[in-house]
Nanobody, 121 residues
Framework: QVKLVESGGGLVQAGGSLRLSCAAS????????KGWFRQRPGKEREFVAA????????SYTNSVKGRFTISRDNTKNTVYLQMNSLRPEDTAVYYC??????????????WGQGTQVTVSS
């Protein structure tokens, strides 16, 4: 099993920045890819960004391209989501996810508990 724990959420003004972290523990060697998803108020959960654990492939949803950057620190089993130029519409609960099957787009087996990001206008 893999446990994922997110941190770094909070309240920020529009135009500001936040960095989310997702630390993995357990069978971390089984993780092929990690991703970030979000669920905005009244909306379905949606894909934000993902990368393979090797770093060879990254992917972003169009609305965050150029503003968000996904990265990883293999020594800490941690993936990050740097979010710049935040907008009120980025307000959501952000979830970290892990995929153990080597395929792309990834199928996610593991999920964190979520961290709230609120962007005020």
């Amino acid at each position: 099993q893999v446990k994922l724990v997110e941190s770094g959420g909070g309240l920020v003004q529009a135009g500001g920045s936040l960095r989310l972290s997702c630390a993995a523990s357990g069978r971390t060697f089984s993780i092929y890819a990690k991703g970030w998803f979000r669920q905005r108020p009244g909306k379905e959960r949606e894909f934000v960004a993902a990368m393979t654990w090797s770093g060879s492939i990254t992917s972003y949803t169009n609305s965050v391209k150029g503003r968000f950057t996904i990265s990883r620190d293999n020594t800490k089993n941690t993936v990050y989501l740097q979010m710049n130029s935040l907008r009120p519409e980025d307000t959501a609960v952000y979830y970290c996810a892990g995929a153990s099957t080597a395929r792309w787009p990834a199928d996610y087996d593991y999920w964190g508990q979520g961290t709230q990001v609120t962007v005020s206008s």
